[in-house]
């Protein structure tokens, strides 16, 4: 199975290595797709060794075709995963924006290749009702959700927020694998 595995900006960035290798060994094709603000918390060096694929950070990294690699990577998935996901990709999502090339990904996935959404963020931020608005309007859109979990954050609040652990993503997504392998 091809998944395209998008980081965002929050300190669980790191967690996604564990995710995509746990991926990899499992025998699935993983492209990573990382914003400018997951950068910051994990390099793209680490997702590539993991991965042993070219990492997706800028619409600048796609010079080496005349095909847009974001639409390549939309049209040849199977499964986008985003874990961490932000508040702003979120909104993103939900508003049909597309500053950077996980948007435009998303943008450009067919209707039928499923999404799996697993927040991180201040509990605050996931309690907000501008994020409950986004997260609704993307599960009427159809995508799916691995809700965040409770506990130490790293912001110093104890409460929701915390990304999912990998363990209970990799369940979720595989749901999504032909003959639930």
């Known amino acids: 199975m091809k998944v395209v595995l998008g980081i965002t900006g929050s300190i669980a960035a790191y967690k996604a290595a564990d995710l995509a290798s746990q991926l990899v060994k499992a025998g699935h094709q993983v492209d990573v ?30 010079k080496q075709s005349w095909k847009p690699g974001h639409i390549e990577l939309a049209d040849g998935a199977d499964l986008l995963v985003i874990a961490p996901a932000s508040a702003d990709v ?59 979990a409770e506990g130490l954050l790293a912001c110093g609040y104890e409460g929701v927020g915390r990304l999912a652990p990998v363990e209970q993503i990799l369940e979720e997504i595989a749901r999504f694998v032909p003959g639930g392998q």
């Open 33 to 62: 797709v990382m914003t400018r603000a997951a950068t910051e918390f994990i390099t793209p060096l680490t997702l590539e060794v993991l991965t042993r694929r070219p990492v997706l950070v800028s619409l600048e990294d796609e």
């Open 90 to 148: 979120i909104g993103n999502f939900a508003n049909g924006l597309a500053p950077d090339p996980l948007s435009a990904i998303y943008l450009a996935l067919p209707r039928t290749t499923p999404v799996l959404i697993a927040p991180a963020m201040n509990g605050k931020m996931w309690l907000h009702p501008a994020t409950a608005r986004n997260v609704a309007q993307l599960r009427e859109d159809g995508c799916h959700f691995v809700d965040p």
